[in-house]
């Protein structure tokens, strides 16, 4: 199973972003998704999660600036960001809780490469 980002960039403060996040491979199913960031100098934190059933969950940080949503049929996470602050700079992971079934059933979570969002003041 491989996860490949898309998006990320140069975007000036209070301008727009969209991420995405699509898993290839042999899945099965794909329970939990989620987005989480590394700023420069700084531990790798929750962005934002969205469950099968499509439940969000989000860091106080976001404040409502970013949408989380999920395209089950394309095994595809996004991740809408407005508003966007010089804080928010940093490298932007994707995750998901993936099931294969291959003989046995496998259950593990796997990361994406990342993408660099640069948001200029």
């Known amino acids: 199973v491989q996860l490949q980002t898309y998006g990320g960039g140069l975007v000036q403060a209070g301008g727009s972003l969209g991420l995405s996040c699509a898993a290839f491979?042999?899945?099965?199913?794909?329970?939990?998704m989620g987005w989480y960031r590394q700023a420069p100098g700084k531990q790798r934190e929750l962005v934002a999660t969205?469950?099968?059933?499509?439940?969000?969950n989000y860091a106080d940080f976001v404040n409502g600036r970013f949408t989380i949503s999920r395209d089950s049929g394309k095994n595809t996470v996004y991740l809408q960001m407005n508003s966007l602050e010089s804080e928010d700079t940093g490298v932007y992971y994707c995750?998901?809780?993936?099931?294969?079934?291959?003989?046995?059933?496998?259950?593990?979570?796997?990361w994406g490469q990342g993408t660099l969002v640069t948001v200029s003041r």
């Open positions: 969205i469950t099968a059933d499509g439940r969000t």
């Open positions: 491979g042999n899945i099965f199913i794909i329970d939990d």
């Open positions: 995750n998901a809780d993936i099931t294969q079934v291959s003989g046995r059933v496998y259950q593990y979570v796997y």
